[in-house]
């Protein structure tokens, strides 16, 4: 028999408790703190902050197996990314973060939703098994029309706005999977103050198929002149 317990932190805000549930083993943890992410998330130099709090529960199999029942759902209402030089300075929030996992004999699929500023959204579903050569099929929609934080990966623009709309699918093996993209950037608009340059109403496609290259075709204006746009990458 499973002998139940509960963790917490030391305010006793956050509290992760398992127990006994016949065949499966049930979590729920509540008032978790995304701060404890940063270790995990904060590599390659950068030092962004993490606030919010997530709640999740679940059934896992009392011997783990993958053969077993079980699932996770995650719930988030909140995510706001700063940056730890500037606290107070909300460079993306991600509201109503909704997490599902699920897993029946061998077999796995899991579902993500979430809204972004602006009427954003991102909406995505994958099935799938445990060996490499389980059928994966999957999707995920991205909505995106607050661009603010492209300026973190770049010091050289300013006040960037457009939108991006992007799909991917994916289909093939989990050992070989195979991915299809397209994704559209339309109406950006952004300043690059060292040289003086202003661009506006950008129009940007990308598109690949089969894992092959992404081929990106566009153009944006610079006052009176146009630049055209096109590569792979």
Known sequence: RFSSFCLSNTDHSGRVCAEDAGSAIAIVGS?????????????????????????????????FSLAGTGYVNLNVPSLKI??????????????????????????????????LKQ???????????????????????????????????????????????????????????????????KDLSFQIPELGLKLTDGQITAKSSNNLALLIKGSINSGQGKMLITGLW
């Open 82 to 115: 700063g940056v730890k030089s500037n606290t107070d300075n909300e460079v993306a929030r991600i509201d109503d973060l909704n997490l599902q996992a699920k897993w029946l004999g061998n077999r796995l699929s899991g579902k993500v939703s979430a809204r």
């Open 31 to 63: 008032d978790f703190p995304l701060l404890l992410l940063e270790p995990w998330l904060n590599n390659a130099g950068k030092e962004f902050t993490y606030t919010g709090i997530a709640s999740f529960k679940g059934e896992l199999p009392k011997d």
């Open 119 to 185: 009427n954003g959204f991102i909406e995505g579903e994958i099935n799938t098994g445990f060996t490499d050569t389980s059928k994966l099929t999957g999707k995920l929609k991205v909505q995106m029309v607050n661009l603010e934080w492209l300026e973190l990966f770049s010091l050289d623009i300013a006040q960037p706005t457009g939108q991006i709309t992007g799909e991917v699918e994916l289909a093939g093996t989990r050992g070989e999977p195979i991915i299809n993209g397209s994704y559209v950037l």
